[in-house]
């Protein structure tokens, strides 16, 4: 079983282009967001903090493709730095948790389709499954990307290893982020023989 320690150390740094399969970590000041190239096209989990976009931009410029191509973004959760470059995309659809919806809306995100765990993502040969993990915001999930398994702000990971919470001043409720984070070991239980890679947006991947 894969164990979560909190622990009172400094992050490791995010790795921009750090790759894994089809999905790429794009570092965006001090956070980060995750494009995954599918066979039925570009799948973007976050947009990230500057409005400009400009890590995705060069990436995509580099494979040939552009916003447009993106026509489907996945959200961790909805705060600022996990949307802020959306108005790059006014014909993709949003997919965000039910319960962070109205944070979407509050940044004038129109295109919003909403889920809940249980609910599985395909994309040609690839997968997202959403798992709940309230508490840093109500509608705040992790996604089990093929064999990724994408924190966001659910964790981050230290300099040694350890995975953590963010720090709870961002937390909606910091109690319930730490639970979340002990009953995510359980919630992955079935998955885990399948787990390569934790990868979590303000950090690098474990």
Not at 19 to 37: R, V
Not at 82 to 93: L, R
Not at 128 to 147: M, Y
């Amino acid at each position: 079983m894969l164990l979560f320690i909190f622990f009172a150390c400094s992050r490791a740094p995010i790795e921009d282009r750090w790759e894994h399969g089809g999905l790429t970590q794009l570092k965006d000041a001090f956070t980060s967001s995750f494009i995954l190239n599918t066979s039925e096209g570009w799948v973007l989990i976050d947009t990230g903090f500057n409005k400009n976009a400009k890590p995705l931009h060069r990436f995509l410029e580099e494979n040939d493709a552009s916003f447009s191509d993106i026509e489907t973004i996945i959200v961790t959760h909805g705060h600022g730095d996990h949307i802020g470059a959306h108005g790059n995309f006014p014909d993709a659809t949003f997919y965000v948790h039910e319960d962070d919806k109205n944070l979407l809306e509050e940044e004038s995100v129109t295109n919003i389709t909403t889920f809940v765990e249980g609910e599985v993502f395909t994309f040609g040969d690839s997968t997202i499954r959403p798992l709940e993990a309230p508490g840093h915001t109500q509608g705040n999930v992790a996604l089990i990307v093929d064999d990724v398994l994408v924190m966001g702000d659910t964790a981050q990971v230290t300099k040694d290893g350890r995975l953590e919470t963010v720090s709870p001043r961002y937390a909606e409720d910091s109690e319930e982020a730490e639970a979340s984070l002990i009953e995510l070991q359980n919630k992955i239980e079935p998955y885990r023989d399948n787990i390569s890679w934790i990868a979590c947006s303000h950090s690098g991947p474990i």
